[in-house]
């Protein structure tokens, strides 16, 4: 199969000139490794429990997509700061329970696709590259002019460059818009996409859930539903958090097909910053109301221990996979901790 991708206004590139032009390689600075720099030194530590990383179930893996954010790659092109990210569009398939196995297309291997993270202002630059044998976008939310707005289709095994700055902060997604865009996000072409505000906010666990939809049998309904990826994984490997640690969950509904769901948490109530857009909570609640595409950051602690469920309120719709749990334990109740920050 050739390596070489085609942009779209018919200039060849090949895999070579794509990496010389920032996708990875060498005398270019890790953006994570910076960013952990950063926070190591303006703040004080974060304690998240040691993960448990099972297998991959296909194209996904829950347990990584939670904590797992791509700073991408900086680079410094005339006085700016331009963060640049590569995603690729391919083919998978995903075990949705023991019986039934889904094919999907999928962003960098993964679904969701990774979680992109940059700071208001910087410059972005996203390399997509298609490999997913058919036509694909991708679309940004926040402020970008038209040409950038990631509609128009990229052909199987061509490439695009989107650039736009990172305006506004808050936490905003990104999904292929090629019609019918129901499939195309359904079938996997999505991901969240986090803007930091210019004074960063408190240091806590930081978590990432997206609730999606699978239709399997194209009735233009949903027969499963998840948590990052997986139908139920949370409920089978509950998400281990300290007690008392502040917990800021960055969540977005890209559900398909239904006009809306709620995120409900038991035992608790959280902080709703919406959209991310704000840096003082607008309402504290337990039932958050998300049409498809509203994304929000949540914010809790738990005081005691045990496990705790968070699902949409539409119980069938939680009963079909999207439910999981928390699992708060005491610090001195984990064999190691992981110091994030
Ligand atoms: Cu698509």
């Given amino acids: 199969m050739s390596d070489n991708f085609t942009f779209s206004k018919d200039k060849i590139w090949s895999r070579r000139q794509l990496l010389q032009i920032g996708l990875s390689g060498a005398g270019v600075l ?25 297998a991959s179930n296909g194209a996904t893996n829950p347990m990584q997509v939670l904590r797992d954010f791509d700073y991408g790659t900086i680079k410094q092109e005339n006085g700016r700061t331009v963060r640049e990210f590569q995603l690729t569009a391919g083919t ?22 990774p979680t992109l993270r940059a700071k208001e202002g910087e410059r972005i630059r996203i390399i997509f590259l298609n490999n997913a044998g058919h ?40 999904h292929c818009h090629v019609a019918p865009v129901t499939r195309h996000i359904a079938k996997g072409l999505y991901g969240m996409f986090v803007i930091d505000p210019p004074k960063p906010r408190p240091p806590a666990d930081e978590i990432v859930l997206i609730m999606s939809g699978y239709d399997v049998n194209d009735d233009n309904k949903n027969e499963y539903y998840a948590f990052n990826g997986v139908p139920h994984h949370y409920m089978h490997h509950p998400i281990q958090i300290y007690k008392n640690q502040l917990i800021r ?27 991310g857009m704000t840096m003082t909570p607008s309402e504290k609640t337990d039932v958050l109301t998300m049409g498809v595409a509203e994304r929000h950051i949540l914010e809790f602690a738990f005081r005691y221990p045990g496990k705790y469920m968070f699902h949409p309120h539409q119980d069938a719709i939680a009963e079909s996979g999207c439910m999981g749990q928390f699992e708060v334990i005491a610090e001195k109740d984990s064999q190691k901790s992981v110091n994030k920050s």
């Fill in 30 to 54: 890790s953006a994570a490794a910076i960013w952990q720099m950063l926070n190591t030194k303006n703040h004080p530590s974060v304690r998240v429990p040691p993960m448990e990383v099972a």
């Fill in 92 to 113: 998978s398939t995903i075990q949705l329970n023991s019986a039934v196995s889904y094919n999907i297309w999928d962003l960098n291997g993964r679904i969701p696709g």
């Fill in 135 to 174: 036509s694909h976008s991708l679309h940004f939310h926040g402020v970008h002019p038209a040409e950038m707005d990631g509609i128009r289709p990229v052909s199987n095994r061509r490439a695009t460059i989107y650039e736009f700055d990172a305006e506004p902060y808050g936490v905003h997604l990104y």
């Fill in 249 to 275: 969950v960055y969540v977005l509904n890209i559900i398909e097909f239904d006009p809306a769901v709620t995120f409900h948490l038991h035992a608790n109530f959280f902080d709703v910053y919406r959209s």
